[in-house]
């Protein structure tokens, strides 16, 4: 009889065993996790590759992403979620006009910004407050939709918002369909009438409206998705439009004939921020994660990687002069009217409507 | 035949489960429908309870009263050329072999497991000027540049007659198929030609079911939102691209539903106006 242990024995007995010792860390691992909500497509896509997995193997805490759609479609279900107890995801991507949405409901659970070594280092645009100081939430990334031209179409870029109103341009142009994501009145009052503020008024809505209906003839798709204009501008089928830099950026170095370009004006600047919703049972991982996101590294690295402008001051940043021109610039950019989008929505967009379809 | 009169509790038993499944997915969500449309919006955010007339006031005006009109017009287009297409089509289908009718009715019933957004981009590539239908006619030498025909009003209508177009052929089908051939074979016999025996006996003979397509795909069609914004400019937008816009990007839901509840008003009362004047013509 052989009593003589086999090598094979041992290998089997130490791979039970390390797989005993690994158990513990394995159910730690699926213990610790955050639902987070990030834009479909390319956001997610770049989230997914080049910042989730790292952040995981900083902090123990394994992240599944969930694709939101733009808009308020998210918000909706966020409220509708929290509303019944439930949380969607954890911490989630939002836009400007559903945080001011989401706080008039209290939507957002507050943030304690000690959590957050770089909060001093936030640029203050992006520390979105209830109106009793407490912390909705924490730019996340910010972006700009800039004028984007298919460059077999136009080998010149255009350098002005004015290409819009251009006759030469008839029956070209892409440009998003809400009064609440183009911000094209944004764009009309700085390239007609000096600026924002030419917004303050009624009679300044009205007019900027009234300027704006001037490009309806120019305009071959007013879309929502924004699949469908991307792909008929990578083809040259809708050559000129308003699109994201990032993306558009993304598309040319996959050797898609576009161009992005900030119009002498400047490009539409939007951002987004982290907000937590109330119904989240997640809160402490969530802070992890924001603060985790908030370091001039991460930063730095979603610029490189994921083409988004930082949210944190120029001078901690580790981008170099090119690395920051290719997702920023110098050119002031145009900053949406948030405040009206959110108090004025229902008169604006009625005005809207009756001007596109009307 | 006389027909029993119907005694207990028990006799009504079979009729519980579609109750209970109408009162699930009809009555409930479209009772939570009316009570939103007058629950009061809250611009910076959701809705609050309440009882108020804003929400339809705001949609009886003159702009939404031509998206309405224009909707309607849409479907019942969309519906009267399903009909003209289908029915031919299935009379002539119903006439083949066994086995030529099942690969139809399979390629058919495939096109149904098609969603709404392949279809509107699978158009919206093939009316394209760059890799569209247009580029095969230059191919062919009948005109001269490529062209974009969207987006346009034929675009939209082509777009959701394909859509329609199986539904109406699998309603259209059974009854068909049940259909008395000696009744065109008298009519032939007594001298009608093929057209006229199919115009004169076969339609209308089958005249409910006639209605009852164009009530079915009429229907469907106002319900359609994608397909008028992928394929048409902004004036071809239907109502129900107005809804989802109130309702999921303005987060505005008493308006949105106040719009809904009018629109299955109006479609109910149209589809009712044509039983009535069915009923009507054929007492006549």
């Not at chain 1, 497509?41 to 992240?63: L, M, N, Q, W």
């Not at chain 1, 598309?251 to 987004?272: C, L, M, W, Y």
């Not at chain 2, 308006?255 to 013509?281: D, K, N, P, Y």
């Amino acid at each position: 009889m052989n009593t003589k242990i086999s090598r094979r024995t041992v290998l089997a007995g130490a791979v039970v065993g390390a797989g005993a010792l690994a158990m513990p860390s394995v159910l730690r691992a699926q213990d610790k996790s955050l639902k987070v909500g990030v834009y479909g497509g390319y956001f997610k896509k770049s989230f997914d590759e080049h910042i989730f997995p790292d952040f995981t193997k900083a902090t123990g805490i394994a992240v599944e992403s969930v694709a939101e759609p733009t808009g308020e479609a998210w918000l909706v279900q966020l409220e509708q979620a929290a509303r019944a107890g439930q949380a969607p995801a954890d911490v989630s991507m939002m836009a400007q006009v559903p945080m001011l949405k989401g706080q008039s409901t209290e939507l957002w659970a507050p943030i304690d910004e000690t959590r957050i070594k770089h909060f001093g280092d936030l640029l203050p645009q992006f520390v979105s407050k209830y109106q009793d100081g407490r912390i909705a939430g924490i730019g996340a990334v910010a972006w700009y939709i800039t004028l984007v031209t298919n460059t077999d179409v136009y080998p010149q870029a255009p350098e002005s918002w004015e290409a819009l109103w251009d006759a030469a341009n008839k029956d070209k142009l892409g440009l998003l369909a809400l009064v609440s994501n183009s911000f094209l009145l944004e764009v009309t009052a700085k390239t007609f009438f000096g600026g924002t503020n030419a917004l303050d008024t009624e009679e300044g809505q009205l007019k900027a409206f009234e300027k704006l209906a001037e490009v309806k003839p120019n305009v071959r798709l007013w879309y929502r998705d924004e699949a469908q204009f991307e792909q008929a501008l990578k083809s040259g089928e809708i050559p000129m439009g308003q699109y994201y830099h990032d993306v558009t950026g993304l598309a040319a170095s996959e050797g898609h004939p576009v161009r992005s370009t900030f119009p002498k004006e400047g490009g539409i600047q939007d951002s987004g921020c982290w907000a937590v919703s109330r119904a989240s049972k997640k809160m402490d991982e969530a802070l992890v994660f924001i603060d985790y996101m908030s370091q001039p590294s991460i930063q730095g690295l979603m610029s490189r990687k994921v083409g988004t402008a930082p949210t944190l001051k120029r001078e901690v940043l580790d981008l170099t002069p090119e690395e920051f021109a290719a997702v920023s610039t110098e050119i002031e950019p145009i900053i949406p009217r948030y405040d009206l989008h959110a108090t004025k929505a229902d008169w604006l967009n009625q005005k809207w409507t009756e001007m596109i379809v009307g | 035949m006389k027909r029993e009169h119907t005694r207990s509790l028990t006799d009504y038993a079979p009729l519980v489960y579609p109750g209970l499944m109408l009162i699930i997915f009809f009555v409930v969500p479209f009772s939570t429908m009316i009570a939103v449309s007058f629950f009061q919006r809250d611009p910076a955010g959701f809705y609050k309870t309440a009882f108020v007339f804003d929400n339809y006031a705001r949609f009886l005006s003159l702009f939404f009263g031509q998206v309405l009109g224009f909707s309607l017009l849409l479907s019942v287009l969309v519906a009267l050329c399903c009909v003209t297409i289908a029915f031919p089509f299935t009379y002539l289908l119903v006439r083949q072999s066994r086995a030529i009718q099942t690969v139809w009715l399979v390629a058919l019933l495939s096109v149904l497991s098609l969603s709404e957004v392949i279809i509107g981009f699978s158009w919206s590539t093939l009316l394209s000027r760059t890799a569209g239908i247009s580029n095969l006619l230059v191919w062919l030498g009948l005109i001269d540049q490529p062209v974009a025909l969207l987006p346009s009003f034929g675009a939209v209508l082509t777009g959701m007659v394909y859509q329609a177009l199986p539904y109406s052929i699998l309603v259209l089908y059974p009854a068909l198929v049940r259909l008395d051939p000696t009744l065109v074979e008298a009519a032939r016999t007594l001298g009608a030609s093929p057209g006229r025996a199919f115009f004169n006996v076969v339609v209308p003979a089958l005249r409910n079911t006639l209605v009852a397509t164009i009530i079915m795909v009429f229907v469907f069609a106002l319900g359609s939102y994608l397909l008028p914004q992928i394929l048409g400019r902004p004036q071809h937008w239907t109502l129900s691209v107005l809804i989802t816009d109130q309702a999921i990007y303005q987060s505005n839901m008493p308006f949105a539903a106040a719009m809904a509840v009018f629109l299955v008003l109006i479609s109910l009362a149209l589809v009712g106006l044509t039983l009535l004047v069915g009923r009507r013509e054929s007492a006549a």
